[in-house]
């Protein structure tokens, strides 16, 4: 039987590459997000290569998560990889300028989100031989920048919750992995300037940053490690990004 990966956010970035992926290895795949006609659009591309199943919903919603797992077709009930892959920036503006709902929002969707997707699957992912948990944080988790406030104070939650888990899980053979990247080019910084193209375009103007295909071969290089071996934590930038020295305010 093939093994099987739930991956969350795969209407787009680095969700959808990760289908691609597993699905080009023939794992049987389960696609989640809220976009539902891209899933099924998805769904059908991917189906030739393996069995698919799409079903949209809000990692905010608890109970819309239950009702996903409680319905899975049989063959798509042991699931052996998760990749709690949904997640989002919103605005890029100062503390002091921003918008309490979008501080909200990043919490609901990078942390509770990501929390319900895992507490939920706990028993499934227990249940098997040498299963694996792979949380998209992000290098925002390690270094702060201007702007970065509670997106990178929620990459840190999903960075250290990540270690936590492992030392819980270990004992039930399930792996956890944090995987850190650095600038990358996805719809990410559409939906962080909120539907504004230009912006998001000089972002990735003049660079040449990580594609969504590079982060899910290393999803599928995490996912296919030796059954002993767990990749507790993966920073990766592209060649182009390094560090600014530290900022010294004059007045
Ligand atoms: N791109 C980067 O530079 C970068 C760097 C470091 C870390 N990351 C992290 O990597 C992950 C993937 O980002 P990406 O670059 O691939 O961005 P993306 O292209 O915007 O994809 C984000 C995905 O998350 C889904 N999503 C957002 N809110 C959701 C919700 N409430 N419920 C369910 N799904 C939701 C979106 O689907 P729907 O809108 O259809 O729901 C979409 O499929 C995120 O966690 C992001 O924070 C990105």
């Known amino acids: 039987m093939s093994k099987c990966v739930l991956i969350t956010g795969a209407t787009s970035g680095f969700g959808l590459a990760a289908a691609e992926k597993f699905a080009q290895e023939g794992w049987s795949i389960i696609i989640t997000g809220r976009r539902e006609e891209r899933l099924k659009q998805l769904a ?56 309490l709902a979008d501080w909200q929002t990043m919490i609901d969707t990078n942390i509770t ?49 990540s270690k936590s888990l492992r030392c819980d899980l270990s004992k039930h053979g399930v792996r956890v992995t944090s995987l850190e990247p650095g600038l990358a080019e996805s719809e990410f910084s559409l939906v962080r300037f909120k539907g504004d193209q230009s912006t998001a375009d000089t972002i990735y103007e003049d660079t040449t940053p990580l594609q969504p295909k590079d982060l899910a071969d ?34």
């Open 44 to 99: 059908q591309t991917l189906s030739s290569m393996t069995s698919v199943h799409y079903y949209a919903l809000d990692v905010r919603n608890k109970e819309a998560i239950d009702t996903m797992i409680e319905g899975l077709p049989e063959s798509f009930k042991n699931i052996n990889v998760l990749i709690n892959n949904a997640g989002l920036a919103l605005g890029r503006s100062s503390a002091l300028e921003s918008d």
């Open 113 to 161: 989100g990501l929390t319900n997707m895992t507490h939920a699957l706990l028993p499934t992912l227990t249940q098997q031989k040498s299963t694996t948990v792979i949380n998209l944080a992000s290098v925002a988790a390690h270094y702060p920048y201007p702007g970065s406030h509670v997106y990178g104070a929620s990459k840190a939650f999903v960075a250290q919750f």
């Open 218 to 251: 290393i999803m599928y290089w995490i996912a296919t490690q030796p059954a002993h071996i767990n990749i507790n934590s993966i920073e990766v930038m592209p060649l182009v990004q390094t560090w600014n020295p530290l900022h010294i305010e004059k007045h």
